[in-house]
């Protein structure tokens, strides 16, 4: 997300509640606007250009001018949208969240929930890994405090205030699957919400509660003490890892859902899971690794658990904020996506980074503490039965994903800022170059804009590739052109226009929305959507995110399609942290061939301007 973020402390008066701050707030924060259609539609003819040939562009300039002329089908659809949002707190969130989200079936794992690699920490043992679990457990119980009472400053960019209502949702929240679409429950509230967290260790689940009676948080030493007994009480792998359901299809793991809940034990620990404030990982060690192939190992360990052999079954992929500690170090957050996006979940870690680096002074009352509660289940034929689908279509998943994670250290966002260019978008420019050197094509590829300027906003897609990107792209590699290539690039880089779709005049969100008011008319579905030009537009070879941190972290996420690619990549001062997923199942993409490709064609774009002799 381009534009500098900053943060006001905000100082909470008796006679504020958190409630009445957050709403002072919320009215502060602009109503997110409707783009003009006309803008939209020749916008949308733009990014078609590079992706179609002219005979089927000229197709579709008709099938669009059609649908947006006076009077049409276009301007009827934009009218109801503009009604929408005069009568709605944000015109296109629920929608999105309930089209990009909760009704996608596909299984959380790999293809939804984003996971957060941190570095490393200094410790080589599970005895580290309980202090350091206890720290980052009060840091985020610590951040969650400043939540509730409403001592959270407020985000700013640009001068703007930035929206902070995703992050009450954070905590005390789940999905819930169903057999056509999924819901979301936040059982959350400052004052008397739910006071434990989930502890997974050796697939078993115990409910630890982490406020004391009076209602202050345990300290360091009180929650270390309680992860010490969850850990003498689960010694053993439990034979039934109950958390790969929740890896499951989503129809499939609806149903299962419903066949788990008939019995009341499993009910009352299914209940406490989803409600629980968040779940904590204590992942047993995995098998050792060359330092090459480490954080591409780590990656995967939090994005998936790495099999029914290994941690996944200490997940519940369903919850929406999972830390994950290993005892060799590792550790880092996997978060469900319906409710939780990027930019909160950075600020989350910022804070925890940050507390993880005090000391701890606070001494532990004498009050002795109950013991943590085992979470049981009660396992008939049926439910073994799912257990045994979800553990071979867990497996199957994870050896389909192909993940490769590097560190490209030739030079970093200070390097790009010196020749006075974006480096989110001279990344992009490279990516797209990595793509037409191993595809010998380009193709629709979506970056995440954040719309946090707004009301309720949540994200739009910068698209790529430009006009400009491809004349750069087929440029480079063609010794005939005479042209300078460092304009071309220039060009290229500067086309690739953020400020768009973060002043919410992107244009993804807008067509969706036409197309989705369409539906709610009962109307068929217009043609503009039917067309084969918006079917390749939307199919999304590159997925790309940007990690909004000050840390070597590294984000990882799975393809959006079969047969293409996901890449976030991390720019810091004098280096990048880039991951690549792909799908081994599809013979043509490679990540591992991605991966060095972009390192050269990052390599070659640095010699345009510092030329090796």
Known sequence: MSGILCRTKLTEHACHSPAALRKAHSSSVRPQPVPPLLQTLQRYLTALEPLLPPEELEHTRGIVQKFGCPGGLGENLQRELIKRAKHSHNWISDWWVQWAYLECRQPLAVHSNPAISLPKRDFTDWRGQLVFASKLIAGVLDFKAQVDSGRLGVEYIRGQPLCMELFPQLFSSCRIPGPKHDHVIHYGRPRRGPAHITVVRNY??????????????????????????????????????????????????????????????NKESVRLIEKSIFTLCLDSPVMRI?????????????????????????????????????????????????????????????????????????????????????????????????????????????????????????????????????PNSFIQVAIQLAYYRVHSEVCAACDIASLRMFRGGRTDYIRSPTNQ?????????????????????????????????????????????????????????????????????????????????????????????????????????????FSITAFNCCEETNAEKLALTLERSLHDLQELFQPTV
């Open 204 to 265: 078993q689940f115990f409910q630890l509660d982490v406020y004391n009676s009076d209602g202050t948080p345990l300290t360091e030493s009180q929650i270390h003490a309680q992860l010490l007994r969850i850990r003498s009480q689960s010694w053993k792998t439990d034979k039934q890892p109950m958390g790969i359901l929740t890896s499951e299809h989503r129809h499939t793991w609806g149903q299962a859902y419903t066949r788990l809940l008939r019995d009341k034990i």
């Open 290 to 422: 060359s330092d090459e192939k480490y954080s591409s190992r780590m990656a995967a360990q939090i994005l998936h658990g790495g099999g029914t052999f290994s941690n996944s079954g200490n997940r519940w992929f369903d919850k929406t904020l999972q830390f994950v500690v290993g005892e060799d170090g590792s550790w880092g957050l996997l978060y469900e996506h319906a409710t939780a996006e990027g930019p909160p979940i950075a600020t989350l870690l910022d804070h925890v980074l940050d507390y993880c680096k005090k000391p701890d002074r606070m001494r532990a009352p004498l009050i002795p503490l109950p013991m943590p509660k085992k979470l049981y289940f009660y396992i008939n034929s049926e439910i073994k039965w799912d257990l045994e689908m979800a553990k071979q279509n867990l497996d199957i998943l994870i050896n389909d994903l192909d993940i490769k994670c590097f560190n490209f250290q030739r030079f970093g966002k200070d390097f790009v800022k010196q020749l006075k260019l974006s």
């Open 469 to 577: 990107m491809l004349s750069f792209i087929r440029a480079f590699d063609d010794d005939a052109v005479s042209v300078t290539k460092v304009q071309l690039l220039r060009e290229a880089v500067d086309a690739v226009i953020f400020d768009q779709s973060l002043m919410g005049q992107g244009i993804d969100r807008h067509l969706l929305g036409l197309k989705l008011q369409a539906i709610e008319e009962g109307l068929s579905v217009p043609r503009i959507f039917m067309d084969t030009a918006y079917g390749l537009a939307t199919h999304w070879k590159l997925r790309t995110g940007q990690v909004p941190a000050n840390t070597d972290s590294v984000m990882c996420f799975g393809p959006l399609v079969p047969d293409g690619y996901a890449v976030c990549y991390n720019p810091q001062q004098d280096h990048v942290h």
